[in-house]
């Protein structure tokens, strides 16, 4: 059963830039999860008032698959660059799974 992972950020005003992925884990997330049909779409928006971004991924396979991706290196260094940015600079970050 696909999942939807939504992650909303909301940052402090817009002189604070939103964190940006590496090239290398983009394509790193390309050839590991979307070319083998795991990923589905990723998806990115950004309210009209430029302080909230909304991206949300949708996994073919179950929540227990998604939770498995916890023991994947580069996502997980992925994540922890992702929330010590965040966090030094203001930026929240909420996050929702939610069952298709």
Do not use: C
Not at 19 to 41: C, K, N, V
């Amino acid at each position: 059963m696909p999942i939807l992972v939504k992650r909303v950020f909301t940052r402090p005003n817009t002189s604070v830039p939103f964190y940006t992925r590496t090239p290398e884990y983009d394509a790193y997330m390309q050839g590991t999860y979307d070319a083998t049909g795991h990923r589905l779409s990723v998806t990115t928006t950004v309210s009209a008032d430029e302080l909230v971004k909304t991206v949300e991924a949708t996994w073919a396979l179950d929540y227990a698959f998604f939770a498995g991706t916890s023991s994947d290196v580069m996502i997980q260094t992925h994540l922890l660059a992702m929330e010590m940015y965040n966090s030094t600079n203001g930026i929240t970050m909420t996050q929702a799974v939610i069952d298709y």
